[in-house]
């Protein structure tokens, strides 16, 4: 077995909402290795998002450990953060979060940008990562020129540009229709075929049963955590 | 990611926000423009003072009863009471001081009208009385027939120099020398024609006519008009001596009592451009303060708009910072933003404060020159209005939550 990418031992998230306290999540234990693919469940509430913050180094927990690649987590600061964010984790959001006036290029372009990528590198390997998404020929389009599948390809190329640890996808599908949706899905599980780790963060069934493994948050707590025996396979 | 970036970023956010950048922009060219269209057009003054009217060549002074330039409400008060310079006082002055340094007199009428035959001038000739020694401490060449002797001035003979334009009016091409022009009733015998000057503030050095003072006492002058004499000490040394020996002859001759001022104004280069730069620097306070004023009123303006553009732009933020912008590179975007946006506005108001002033300048008859050190002082203001605007929207945008910014709608 190799070694975790991401190892979390303990950890609560504690919030101040007015003169309550919160507890979004409470004493929760993970590790997650090199390719797998989790699916991160749970109703509104559960603290799901507050996990998915917390293992994007959005966030850092209240309190116990968390090593990512050996790195403790909590004890980085603010710049060091984003700088595990910009090479470690490539993030896919519902809302796709592309810059609107910007390339399908330039937008994939963005994290090397912040890296110091040099800028004939960057543009070889943005172009790159919009040919494994099957969008070569969309490169100098503007997302509102490309449909919601289209947008979503793009936002996975972004991530992948970095060759990130981790990609963590948060609701990928949500705002698409279920035929593109399940185009999107496809990428995901190809791109978990040829090495990938991935994360993916949903409130659908349907759409965590495609992820090998599924954790099942309630109340801050992990409710389940196991093998998806019944994984959606497209081949 | 380095500073090119951050400002190709910044250009192309401007170009983005059309309105908004065009706004802002405006705002901080007008304040440029009042700064700049000031301080270069009394910069071009300054200069014109200087080459120009301060003509008086080295070593050299003027006597005269009130001083060249008269600011402030009291001054006519102040000079009205003073007695004239009169012939008498010059010549006892001349006696005293004539080993050491040339004397010449000076008086004008405006407006004369110079006839030659059956042609005759626009009654805007100026005739002026002098004596031998004019053209030598103003620097003027008489290269046509001869200047004013001694001896014209002595004999109060009826002789003329004219300037360059009333001989192009009157003789067009003829030798002028020898012919006979009247000044009034008075016929004159042309001697010699002046050198071509030019015009200094709008006024043509070259539409003149000179003739003996003695003459031109008898006939062109009235009786409480004052006389300005110029002296030229014979050398440096000399110099302070000079204007020391002639303070005190004139004071003698004019009555002067030892503790009451000079009843009479010594003007060197040095004073009439200090005389000058004091009406100008009102000009040059009053453009800066109405600068300042615009620009503080755009500095507001700026950070305002600036708060907007991070509001709306509160999720693009978020995404930057998950993509793992460090919080120096937000701050250095922004900033980048709104002094590009000021810069720029900046350069708007510089051109237009530098044609506006040339053009003025043109008009004036001043001299035009590219003012450097107003250029320096604006792009300075600019850069600090920008910095200064720009710094708190920058570290607000910078110090945005990432988790917040990215659900913000």
Request: aromatic share 8%; net charge negative; with cysteine.
């Amino acid at each position: 077995m190799s070694k975790p990418i991401i190892d979390i031992r303990n950890i609560s998230k504690v919030y101040q909402m007015g003169s309550q306290l919160v507890h979004a999540l409470r004493d929760i234990t993970v590790s997650i290795n090199q390719n797998e693919y989790v699916a991160l469940m749970g109703p509104s509430g559960s603290g799901k998002s507050t996990l998915m913050n917390i293992l994007g180094c959005l966030d850092t927990p209240s309190s116990g450990t968390y090593f990512f690649n050996n790195t403790n987590v909590r004890e980085l600061n603010d710049n060091e953060l984003a700088e595990i964010r910009n090479r470690e984790i490539g993030f896919v959001f519902q809302t796709f979060n592309l810059l609107p006036r910007a390339s399908a290029l330039k937008n994939i372009e963005l994290p090397l940008v912040y890296s110091g990528v040099k800028k004939y590198d960057r543009i070889e390997k943005a172009e790159a990562a919009l040919k494994s998404v099957g969008l070569e020929d969309r490169m100098e389009h503007k997302p509102n020129e490309l449909s919601g599948g289209q947008r979503q390809r793009v936002a996975i190329a972004r991530a992948l540009v970095t060759s990130p640890s981790i990609i963590l996808a948060d609701e990928p599908t949500g705002n698409l229709d279920s035929k593109t949706g399940e185009d999107i899905m496809r990428l995901f599980q190809n791109l978990w075929e040829s090495g990938n780790t991935i994360i993916l963060v949903t409130h659908e069934e349907e759409i965590a049963l495609h992820a090998k493994r599924i954790i099942r948050l309630r109340d801050g707590l992990i409710e389940s955590d196991e093998l998806n025996h019944n994984q959606v396979n497209f081949n | 990611m380095n500073l090119f970036e951050s400002i190709r970023m910044a250009i192309h956010s401007i170009f983005i926000h059309k309105l908004r950048s065009f706004l802002t922009l405006l705002s901080v060219a007008i304040g440029v423009f009042a700064i700049m269209g000031s301080g270069s057009l009394v910069s071009s003054f300054d200069e014109t003072v200087e080459t120009e009217m301060a003509n008086l060549g080295e070593n050299s002074f003027k006597i005269s009863r009130t001083p060249s330039v008269q600011t402030g409400r009291d001054s006519w008060r102040k000079y009205r009471r003073r007695e004239r310079i009169d012939f008498k006082q010059y010549s006892k002055l001349k006696d005293k001081i004539e080993d050491l340094a040339f004397v010449s007199v000076e008086s004008n009428q405006s407006n004369m009208i110079i006839k030659y035959s059956e042609f005759e001038t626009d009654p805007d000739v100026t005739l002026q009385g002098t004596n031998e020694v004019y053209f030598n401490i103003n620097d003027r060449d008489v290269p046509i027939g001869r200047s004013i002797t001694e001896a014209d001035v002595e004999f109060d003979r009826n002789v003329a120099v004219i300037g360059n334009d009333v001989y192009n009016k009157l003789f067009n091409g003829i030798n002028p020398i020898g012919k006979n022009i009247k000044i009034g009733n008075q016929k004159f015998e042309v001697i010699g024609v002046l050198d071509e000057k030019g015009a200094i503030l709008g006024k043509s050095q070259d539409n003149q006519v000179i003739i003996p003072i003695t003459r031109f006492n008898k006939y062109y002058s009235n009786w409480w008009e004052s006389l300005d004499i110029s002296v030229k000490a014979f050398n440096k040394e000399s110099f302070p001596y000079v204007l020391d020996e002639t303070i005190g002859a004139l004071r003698t001759l004019r009555s002067d009592q030892p503790g009451d001022d000079n009843s009479f104004e010594i003007e060197t280069n040095e004073s009439i451009t200090q005389q000058f730069s004091g009406l100008t620097g009102y000009l040059t306070y009053f453009g800066l303060l109405a600068g300042f004023f615009a620009l503080a009123a755009a500095g507001v303006g700026i950070t305002n708009i600036m708060l907007v553009a991070i509001k709306e732009r509160t999720r693009e933020i978020g995404l930057r910072k998950a993509l793992g912008a460090r919080r120096f590179w937000i701050t250095m975007q922004f900033l980048v933003e709104t002094m590009t946006i000021t810069l720029i506005g900046g350069l708007i108001g510089i051109s237009l404060g530098f044609i506006m002033s040339s053009v003025i300048s043109y008009f004036l008859g001043l001299k035009v020159s590219i003012p450097m050190d107003w250029i320096i002082i604006s792009i300075s203001i600019t850069t600090v209005l920008g910095l200064i605007s720009g710094l708190y929207p920058a570290f607000r945008a910078a110090s945005l939550d990432p988790i917040d910014a990215l659900r913000y709608e």
